[in-house]
């Protein structure tokens, strides 16, 4: 089954590419640039959502308390090009919000990495 998933990253060519691995594994991919549709209710009409954690315009902590003002009960993956430390902190952040963060990519994203992580979207 088709689920929706936000592709959110300020750079054009990862939104690009992202969203090109997201439709190879069969969902409908929505590419955004900046983080004012976090705080939007349209949020909640995905499924999932792939984050870059540094928006030019937003930082992790921002972004991942937008999607919790919102209630966004959707998969959340990080995306970064950080070390993993930074990124289990901000995974640890998100659920500290009551998000459910799943886990995270680090740049360059490996596509089989991110089947894994989108694989329970099929239930």
Known sequence: MQKKILVLDDDLIITEILG???KNLGHYPVIAHNAPILAS?????????L???WLSDSSAE???EAIASQAFR?????????ENQALEEACEQGRSLGLRVTGF???????????????????
């Open 20 to 22: 090109q691995l997201v």
């Open 41 to 49: 209710a349209k949020i909640k009409e995905f499924d999932a959502i």
């Open 51 to 53: 984050l870059d954690l």
């Open 62 to 64: 921002e972004s991942l």
């Open 74 to 82: 959707g998969q959340i993956v990080l995306i970064s090009g950080l």
């Open 105 to 123: 990519l680090r740049k360059p994203i490996n596509a089989d990495s991110l089947k894994a992580l989108l694989a329970d979207l099929e239930y």
